[in-house]
């Protein structure tokens, strides 16, 4: 009961939103995903060794999956670059809580088909408790990366 507690205190510290670029003319009509790239510049993954792309890339596929939108045959894959993040340390986390600044991830998104990019978008997702909860960092990155997919859904579908 304490662990479901907090993970719902978790996910409620957490935001998340999905920016289609300016010049979108995609229109979802039913695209399915066969894989997911997660990249992250070396830099980036340097100062935020908490993160780790591929539980990312499987919580994106989970995602895809519980929707209905992950097909093995499929011709589409989806392209997540990482273009900035900052994980807060834990002890920041709990002393400070949200005085110690968030904690987000900024990605850009492409649907890649066989013939390159399909369609864009930007998708980013932020925690900012503090507390016990929110100074375990594996509870804050993943919270984190199951908001962060769940825009990657809305983002290609333009559903919530």
């Known amino acids: 009961m304490i662990l479901l507690g907090g993970t719902l205190l978790a996910v409620a510290g957490c935001a ?3 920016e289609q670029r300016a010049d979108a003319t995609f229109k979802y009509a039913g695209e399915k995903v066969r894989a997911v790239n997660v ?3 070396a830099d980036v993954q340097a100062r935020n060794a908490e993160f780790n792309p591929e539980l990312m890339r ?12 992950w097909d093995a045959a499929a011709m589409n894959s989806l392209d997540v670059a990482i273009t900035e993040m900052r994980i807060r340390h834990g002890v920041a986390a709990v002393m400070l809580g949200p005085l110690a600044g968030g904690d987000h991830i900024n990605g850009n998104v492409d649907l890649r088909g ?12 932020s925690y900012a408790l503090g507390g016990f909860v929110g100074g ?8 984190m990366n199951d908001a962060f ?3 990657v859904i809305e983002g290609l579908t333009g559903t919530k």
């Open 114 to 125: 066989a013939t390159g990019v399909i369609h864009g978008y930007k998708v980013n997702s």
């Open 16 to 18: 998340s939103s999905v």
């Open 136 to 143: 375990v960092d594996s509870v804050r990155v993943n919270a």
């Open 39 to 41: 990249t992250v510049p």
């Open 58 to 69: 499987q919580a994106i596929q989970k995602a895809l999956t519980a929707k209905g939108l």
């Open 149 to 151: 997919a769940e825009r």
